[in-house]
């Protein structure tokens, strides 16, 4: 029993986000509303020596009632009394081909980090698409193409009872407009780009970044390249998420301001691409000179960020007034 569910691999997704990706590619439907409610930002500094990554407040945003409502997919998370009820419940959604999201600890992960596996009890997420004599078939976009093979020992042990289904559904919404006004509304919002010049400032004043970095097994797993990685994520898929309005959005008058408003969304995931490449090379950058020059550097990007963010707001409040 055997679903052709192909791994996909989102851009600064969480793995539960790409077994929605996965899932909705599978079922042949779009996805891209899910993650277009991610654009908040704030950046509150105490002290200066707070860690710069502690004093970022943002996050990777999933949007279930968008998914349910627009998309036509329920997600429903069942919390169970033992692993072997989720194994019933795999066994009956595999039947109608649908695959199921079941919570597997890294700690019983075999494929995943290999820091955690047999060592640190984490919340990890898998699509189980599959099951043979011995496994279940697992996909795991956050760790590879390939199909992984879960055994039901490492289920059972590593399973805590919850799980998540997916059901096709009527959708709610049925106005696109209603849903572009709620998307730019949440923009306007909750988007302090005032706050970005804060963090820019705070990067600025630093002679290197590595203690931002200290005490994680990878630096990618820290709170300042994970604040830096969620405004990448959030502006990415707020720029797909207009694109795809722009494509069922049948009215001229709005054509010319839906251009503009994509391409300043384009520039802004561009730019905060930009800034995530500098984070890399400058945490492997071990000169202390050029170590300097590249924190100059990404704080002048992030100004120039700010300065888009200004500019994409704008353009927001006056798409809102055309919509309304």
């Known amino acids: 029993m055997y679903l052709p569910i192909q791994p996909v691999r989102g851009i600064s997704t969480d793995c539960f986000q790409d077994l929605i990706i996965s899932t909705m590619i599978y079922l042949g439907l779009p996805y891209q509303l899910t993650f277009s409610e991610s654009m908040g930002f704030n950046f509150v500094q105490h002290d200066r020596n707070d860690l710069i990554g502690k004093c970022i407040v943002n996050n990777k945003y999933t949007s279930l009632d968008l998914l349910r409502g627009f998309h036509g997919v329920l997600l429903s998370k069942s919390t169970l009394q033992s692993s072997k ?86 959708p709610e919404i049925k106005n696109t407009k209603d849903v572009f006004l709620r998307v730019i509304n949440n923009v306007i919002s909750n988007n302090n780009y005032l706050a970005l010049y804060d963090l820019a400032n705070a990067i600025e004043s630093q002679e290197t ?43 001229d008058s709005l054509s010319v301001k839906m251009t503009q408003l994509i391409s300043c969304a384009e520039q802004l995931s561009n730019g905060w691409e930009i800034v995530q490449k500098m984070i890399i090379r400058d945490y492997l950058d071990f000169e202390l ?10 704080s002048n990007a992030i100004k120039k960020n700010a300065e888009l963010e200004e500019q994409l707001v704008n353009e927001l409040i006056e798409m809102k007034r055309l919509l309304i």
């Open 85 to 170: 009820e989720v194994y019933d419940n795999i066994l009956n959604e595999l039947r109608q081909d649908m695959p199921v999201i079941i919570y597997l600890s890294s700690y019983w992960n075999p494929w995943g980090n290999p820091h955690a596996y047999q060592t640190i009890d984490s919340a990890h997420f898998c699509l189980v698409s599959g099951i043979d004599k011995d496994h279940l078939m697992c996909v795991d976009p956050t760790f590879g193409k390939e199909m992984k093979s879960l055994p039901f020992k490492n289920f059972f042990e590593g399973n805590n009872g919850v799980c998540f289904t997916f059901k096709r559904v009527e």
């Open 289 to 298: 000179v050029r170590h300097n020059r590249s924190i100059r550097k990404m």
């Open 209 to 251: 970044l590595r203690h931002e970095f200290e005490g994680f097994h990878d630096f990618w797993a820290s709170d300042f390249f994970q604040g830096i990685d969620t405004l990448l994520f959030s502006r990415l898929y707020f720029r797909k998420a207009i694109e795809f309005l722009s494509q069922i959005i049948d009215d």
